[in-house]
């Protein structure tokens, strides 16, 4: 991760460990606040603001981590993960998102998934598997 690290281009570019994604979802770690937001979703909001009161506002990837980590399951396909991963990312406005995988994606699987995000996608499979999407927004398409 240290050379993508180090590739990063702007503030927007957010790197996401699909991996460690995996192996953390294998392996919950509830606490109190975990528990009572899952029986009683409408306190949710209550929670964060009193819990995050004393805290320095979050990076951009690490909103996305936290955001991920309640939508995305192991129990889901890794495409599905993704286009809701995408989904995440365009919602807070990251620009391009570095996915690091465990392993490579089937063309069919990444061929679905920029359709279903209207992203374009890079991949390399050389050293790391790693999927790039680069957001395109309305605006950028009209330029062309």
Not at 11 to 28: A, G, K, M, N, R
Not at 58 to 87: F, I, K, P, W, Y
Not at 107 to 129: D, F, K, P, V, W
């Amino acid at each position: 991760m240290d050379a993508l690290s180090t590739q990063l281009k702007t503030p927007t570019e957010v790197v996401f460990d699909y991996t460690h994604f995996l192996c953390e979802s294998q392996q919950p770690n509830w606490t109190f606040f975990d528990i009572f937001r899952s029986l009683l979703p409408m306190f949710n909001t209550v929670l964060e603001y009193q819990a995050g009161g004393d805290q320095s506002p979050l990076t951009a990837q690490e909103r996305l981590q936290q955001d991920a980590a309640r939508v995305m399951s192991v129990r889901h396909t890794d495409a599905s993960n993704l286009v809701q991963l995408a989904g995440l990312a365009r919602a807070q406005g990251i620009k391009e998102l570095t996915v690091l995988m465990p392993y490579a994606l089937e063309y069919r699987q990444m061929e679905s998934i920029s359709h279903q995000t209207g992203a374009q996608l890079e991949y390399s499979n050389e050293n790391r598997e790693w999927v790039r999407f680069t957001f395109i927004s309305d605006a950028d398409t009209c330029l062309h």
